[in-house]
């Protein structure tokens, strides 16, 4: 039986990872930090909160992280933990940091130390790119991050890259592009946009305030990534990868799906509020993932329309519960 050690395992991918591995027969550990309040509810709306190891732990402090990893022994480890909300890491820059950025040293070090055949998997993101260098970005494209959450990850991403060319670990870099679900965090945009769109329609909410409706994004599904992320440690040789789906939509047309697949038109409902908007914003991204897909055999299999159509109908069968 192999043994994984996920990070990140309360966050959105690290559920979908976590009952990819379960499903695929290996022992899964999840490295938790403390929290105050209940962090394990997507693991239980997966079915899978009592078959996981739970290890304590933060990635800011090396000492938990080191014993997570002699503990779980593990054949792989997925990095997912982070402080993944870009807006936040204006107001939280030093904790983005040390949790996105020196906290993946703190893993590296620890298999470097104790665990060197382990394979390990860096959850790097297209916020790298920021302000695009390319129209569309692949691994060859200049990153130029535009948030402390994109410089940290670039930090994550390049220190990765280092321990793989200077102690030869089996260290890959999966550079993903949004990618959203049922499971997704509330305050993300597509999120916001379905849970908003469910409350207006049951009459629970009047109207929906955002940002700036001009982003493009490349939306992708949580559960078709988090198969690529498995497949980069399956291969012989450590490296990184896009993975995207080549197609990019304003968040206006998201908003206008969403509306629609209940009967509302999002033009009498979306107010723009200046509080959304980011002291820099990263205006489009568009995802080149050819590499992955030849490499790999990975591709994208849920468009956007059925992601936001899924997100739609989980939303509103919770609001009724409510
Ligand atoms: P998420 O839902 O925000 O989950 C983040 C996870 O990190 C949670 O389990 C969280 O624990 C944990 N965490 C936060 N701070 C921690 C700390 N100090 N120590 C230990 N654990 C900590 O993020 P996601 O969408 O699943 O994304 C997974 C990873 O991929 C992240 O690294 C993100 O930056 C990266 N990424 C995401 C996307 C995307 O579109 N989703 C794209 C590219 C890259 P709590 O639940 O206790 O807060
Ligand atoms: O914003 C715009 C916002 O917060 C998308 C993370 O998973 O993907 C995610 O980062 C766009 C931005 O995701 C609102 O300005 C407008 O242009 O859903 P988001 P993100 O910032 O792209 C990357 C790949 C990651 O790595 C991150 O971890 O939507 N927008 N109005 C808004 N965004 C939010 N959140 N809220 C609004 O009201």
Redesign the pocket.
Known sequence: MKSALI????????AYLAKLLLDKGYKVHG???R?SSD?RWRLREMGIEQDIVYLD????DACSVQRAVIKSAPDEVYN??????VAASWDQPVTTGI??GL?VTHLLEAIRQFSAQTRFYQ?????MFGLIQAEQQDEHTPFYPRSPYGVA?LYGHWITVNYRESYGLHASSGI?????SPL??IEFVTRKVTDAAARIKQGKQQELRLGNIDAKRDWGF?GDYVEAMWLMLQQDTPDDYVVATGITTTVREMCRIAFEHVGLDYRDFVKIDPAFFRPAEVEVLLGNSAKAQRVLGWKPRTDLDTLIRMMMDADMKRVAKE
């Open positions: 990070t990140g395992i309360t966050g959105q991918d690290g490295l938790v930090a929290r962090s732990g933060d990635m800011a997912l933990a982070a402080q993944s909300f949790v996105d906290g959850a790097s993101t297209s916020e990850k993903l592009f949004n990618h959203e997704r965090g949580a």
